[in-house]
DNA sequence: TGTTACATACCAACCGGTTTGTATGTCCAA
DNA sequence: TTGGACATACAAACCGGTTGGTATGTAACA
């Protein structure tokens, strides 16, 4: 039988269908938020229609936590040429994380922004499933440096001692913090200045690799 | 002819009545958002109905801007304990200002969240003019912080120069994303620890007064 | 002081458009 | 021929905002 390839319109290949609408919801979403953003536009986005949307999601929220956890799976894998880098000490790759938090600031005509941070935002407080999809998502994010930070602590030398996760947590805040005024701020390089700071701060904690000059007080 | 001026004695008084729309929006767009709060809704919450609230307000948007810029007075209100204390040094005042960002997470039944935060977060890529009210009040906040930074630096030994605004905007953008982030764990200690830190890194900024245990490095 | 004139404050009903979600149909591959 | 993948059409509720009206405060003037 011939296969007939050039089979009008559309392809069908569910997965990518589906994948298709979460991207749509991700682009839209991350510009306008969850309640500024209707099916509709979603759809006209995906280049789908309504009924196809919800043969792939029972409801606009349920597209919405597959968006963050994509978002999630993405991310780890953009930060993993950092977290999972074997031949680098533990300050080395927090060094190395920075730098692609700083990376995204730089993409052209792409703003500095977080689907995780928006969707907590709007809807913690009412939606309990998105929060708990954004919590997970934080708390992994938090996993993995908190883990670099215990590591470094056992290599090296700690000014005083810390607690590597809620060092983790004041990254994580930074972080998100660092986003959202940058939104409002409309200046990227405001994020950047944050995460230098960051790194001194990482820095600062051990004692070892830049030696910071020590002023001596004369008073 | 008589008027029969059985009427329900609604109190009129305009600047309260749009105090109450204020109030009520407030209320509800820290917990819903922007666009999850319709202004039908808004006007129940104030007792009101909506062609007294397109007297007061021209939009929504109007409102909504009119909140941020109350909630930004009312928030220097609260900080002012702390920024205006002529009777303490810079960097005590700074300590004052933490407790009390500290206090905001102690309040029974009440979440620490910020309508700054939320709005710029929902609106800031889509509506400039609230994009603007939002980052004047983030830059009022950093001016004061960095204000205080700059005294404490001339009157204080700093362990190494710092720019006082970045400072500020560090410490700013971290107490959004710890709101942010706390909304998310739904934890407010995670916020306590979060300005915990923050404290510290303000005072390893200056030598003087909490001096911090130097590690001698042993390799 | 009493009356008239007008602006402000507020209300109830309504409007056109948009919302999420459904019901149903069609096409295609297995 | 059966079932998944998608499209079309539709509905009930809800949206922000408008309209036309009434009640009330204020001020000029008789």
Redesign the interface.
């Known amino acids: 039988m011939s296969k007939k390839a050039a089979t009008r319109s559309r392809e069908r290949d569910p997965a990518a269908t589906r994948q298709r609408l979460i991207d749509a919801a991700v682009r839209l979403m991350?510009?306008?938020?969850?309640?500024?953003t209707s099916v509709d536009q979603i759809c006209a986005e995906a280049g789908l229609t309504k009924g196809s949307f919800f043969h792939h999601f029972e409801s606009k929220e349920a597209l919405a936590e597959a968006a963050v956890a994509w978002w999630g799976r993405m991310g780890s894998s953009l930060y993993a040429a950092a977290w999972e880098n074997t031949s680098a000490g533990p300050l080395e790759r927090l060094h190395q994380m920075l730098d692609i938090m700083s990376g995204f600031t730089r993409r052209e005509g792409e703003?500095c922004?977080c689907m995780?941070?928006?969707m907590?935002?709007?809807?913690?407080?009412?939606h309990p499933a998105m929060?708990a999809a954004?919590?997970r998502e934080?708390?992994h994010w938090t996993d993995q440096v908190a883990r670099l930070l215990t590591e470094a602590r056992e290599q090296l030398?700690?000014?005083?001692d810390f607690d590597p996760e809620?060092?983790a947590?004041?990254l994580?805040?930074?972080?998100?913090?660092?986003m959202?005024?940058?939104?409002?701020?409309?200046s990227q390089a405001?994020i950047r200045?944050?995460l230098q700071?960051?790194r001194d701060?990482v820095d600062?904690l051990f004692?070892?690799p830049p030696v910071?000059?020590?002023?001596h007080?004369?008073?």
Chains 1, 2 share one sequence.
């Not at 991350?30 to 309640?35: D, V």
């Not at 910071?212 to 002023?215: M, R």
């Open positions: 991350l510009k306008q938020g969850f309640a500024g703003d922004v995780v941070g928006m907590s935002q709007e809807l913690a407080a009412t929060q954004c919590g934080l708390q030398q700690p000014v005083t809620e060092v947590w004041f994580n805040s930074l972080w998100q913090g660092s959202l005024v940058g939104k409002a701020s409309g405001l200045a944050n700071l960051a701060f600062g004692a070892n910071l000059p020590v002023v007080q004369p008073s």
